[in-house]
Nanobody
Framework: QVQLVESGGGLVQAGGSLRLSCAAS????????MGWFRQAPGKEREYVTA????????RYADSVKGRFTISRDNTKNTLSLQMTSLKPEDTAVYYC?????????????????WGQGTQVTVSS
């Protein structure tokens, strides 16, 4: 299995940027599809973005398309999320997750391993 630790969250003003990182350890990182999910207070956890094992495919939720960029470095076992033009509605706990299935999917249930989350707060 794989262990995931997120970092990089914090408080930022609307319009600002943040970069989240997820460090992976354990089983071969490059064998996992990876995703970022978030949960705002009082809301269900939702999908944000995902990247395939090699990094050749990415998908984004409509709410973040054009503002967020997911990337991975399989040589360093790290996943990143560059967030720009942040909005107050982006405020949430952000989780990275790993899926060891064959198919590249954004379905939460497919993701088997989760980090502890990192808080992102965007002030207006």
């Amino acid at each position: 299995q794989v262990q995931l630790v997120e970092s990089g969250g914090g408080l930022v003003q609307a319009g600002g940027s943040l970069r989240l990182s997820c460090a992976a350890s354990g089983r071969t990182f490059s064998s996992y599809h990876m995703g970022w999910f978030r949960q705002a207070p009082g809301k269900e956890r939702e999908y944000v973005t995902a990247i395939s094992t090699s990094g050749s495919r990415t998908r984004y939720a409509d709410s973040v398309k054009g503002r967020f960029t997911i990337s991975r470095d399989n040589t360093k076992n790290t996943l990143s999320l560059q967030m720009t033009s942040l909005k107050p509605e982006d405020t949430a706990v952000y989780y990275c997750a790993a899926d060891d299935g064959v198919a590249f999917t954004i379905t939460q249930m497919a993701y088997d391993y989760w980090g502890q989350g990192t808080q992102v707060t965007v002030s207006s």
